[in-house]
């Protein structure tokens, strides 16, 4: 078989392995250290690992650019273990959220470059972090209340291999505090904003810059915020031009969609 032969192959089987992988055992063969056949096999891999209760997507790193994210919520933390123990051996670096301190304390008895996130509710494990792309993130709360949403956005964008400014307690009672971040506010390549009780402060982060602002409700607020859904409304039916909005308390998905409208920043 000659070589473009194999790299036609490759490339209709690429989904099998990760984007690291495959562009070392593609400059192997190119390079006469490895044969055809070690290529083939290598991709021809399953793309997931069966543990029985989960099947762990191993190759989401090169359809998305980031492995599989593990939601600890619900998971025991032996499951959430193994779990990452999966991704870990795929020599991938690991993200969990929502999972509780005992689940915390294991994965960093068990991996060593785990790193307890208390406020973010999250563990990374890094073997070897991302280069930071150009240009910055920055993630805003209303209060300090917000803060652990604030950081799971922040936390998830970092590990993602973004700069994060994190900007906190600058909602709307206090009008001033967020006017003097103006300069780190429009220099951002987009903004995530946290906010409870009504929600306003997307809506004025918006009217201020010309940037893509990802607006995040958190459940934070007496009776009336109904967990939340105050919020999530406010935010919904902003006048602000440019906002979008994820679920309540979705640090998560806030910092994940961030980093993916940076990426097509950092890239042009």
Not at 172 to 180: D, F, K, M, P
Not at 232 to 241: A, E, K, P
């Amino acid at each position: 078989m000659d070589t473009s032969l194999v790299f036609q192959t490759a490339l209709r089987i690429l989904p099998l392995v990760t984007a690291e992988q495959a562009a070392s055992l593609l400059d192997a063969f190119r390079a006469g250290r490895a044969s055809r056949d070690d290529v083939l096999r290598a991709f021809q891999a399953a793309p997931l690992a069966d543990l029985g209760f989960a099947q762990v997507d191993t190759h989401r790193a090169l359809r998305k650019g980031f492995p599989e994210v593990i939601f600890g919520a619900g998971k025991t933390p032996t499951q959430i273990a193994a779990i990452a123990g999966k991704l870990v051996e795929r020599e991938q670096n690991v993200l969990v959220t929502r999972l509780t301190p005992e689940a915390a304390r294991l994965l960093k008895r068990k991996f060593k470059h785990a790193v307890w996130h208390e406020a973010a509710r999250a563990v990374t494990i890094e073997k070897q972090p991302l280069p930071k792309r150009p240009g910055f993130i920055a993630v805003l709360c209303a209060g300090t209340s917000d803060l652990p949403v604030a950081d799971e956005a922040a936390i998830t964008a970092e590990v993602m291999g973004n700069r994060v400014e994190r900007i906190t307690d600058v909602g709307v009672a206090g009008l001033h505090r967020l006017l003097a971040k103006m300069e780190t506010l429009q220099r951002a390549n987009v903004l995530v904003v946290c906010a409870g009780m009504e929600g306003a402060l997307p809506s004025v982060v918006a009217g201020l810059v010309s940037k893509p602002v990802i607006a995040v409700p958190t459940s934070i607020g007496y009776g009336a915020a109904f967990g939340g859904v105050a919020a999530l409304l406010g935010m919904l039916t902003s006048c602000g031009s440019g906002v979008t909005v994820v679920n309540i308390d979705n640090g998560f998905g806030a910092g994940y969609a961030a980093s993916q409208i940076n990426a097509l920043v950092g890239s042009q």
